[in-house]
């Protein structure tokens, strides 16, 4: 039989930029921002910065099906909600809890709340980060700095929403260089870079 696993796969298309924003224009155009979020420079970059139990929602409805969302994060004290696919009647989305400790995965529809997946790696703390969060369907991955940390499926997904940040109680955070992409293809492991010196070193089990 052929050895899939080592040939290369392709990673998911990312064929559409849905939006973008890096607040160097004006931060609350696109978002609505209550008393704990607020634009701010951090050495000469605009960034959007949280602190205490405040939501950062964008004022513009979204029903974006399968994408990819995708941005700059820096914990520097406490957790973010990073939440996905946020959608209204009942209320629901993905929550994606970051911190230094690590990460948790949780589904919101209505009152219920459901653990899906977690992975307790350790983040620097005033150190920044690229966290991407998928979704094709039900199949739903996690990155953080180009490392596939969650990996699932949700038998019963939520298929459509918006995004949103919410710091929580005692937490300051910055946030740059949101994207959402359209994602047009299934979603595939991406591959870890290819080693010449181990080309030969792999044992043919066949």
Avoid at 72 to 101: C, D, K, Q, T, W
């Amino acid at each position: 039989p052929h050895h899939t696993a080592l040939s290369p796969t392709p990673t998911p298309t990312l064929s559409e930029l849905l939006y973008s924003e890096d607040f160097e224009d004006d931060p609350a155009q696109n978002w609505s921002l209550p008393a704990g979020w607020q634009g701010s420079t951090v050495d000469g970059n605009t960034v959007l910065l949280g602190r205490d139990h405040y939501w950062a929602n964008r004022t513009r409805e979204a029903d974006w099906t399968d994408y990819a969302f995708k941005f700059r994060l820096n914990m520097r004290a406490g957790a973010v909600h990073l939440n996905y696919r946020v959608g209204e009647n009942p209320f629901s989305r993905y929550i994606l809890s970051f911190s230094e400790r690590g990460l948790s995965l949780t589904k919101q529809v209505g009152n219920d709340f459901t653990d899906m997946m977690d992975n307790w790696n350790s983040y620097r703390l005033n150190t920044w980060h690229t966290v991407e969060i998928k979704g094709f369907a039900g199949h739903l991955q996690v990155l953080v700095d180009g490392v596939l940390e969650l990996d699932l499926t949700d038998e019963e997904p939520l298929l459509q929403g918006t995004i949103a940040f919410e710091s929580l109680t005692g937490s300051e955070v910055l946030i740059d260089d949101i994207e959402i992409w359209r994602l047009t293809e299934p979603l595939t492991a991406p591959q870890p870079p290819r080693l010449p010196s181990l080309a030969g070193s792999i044992p043919d089990l066949t």
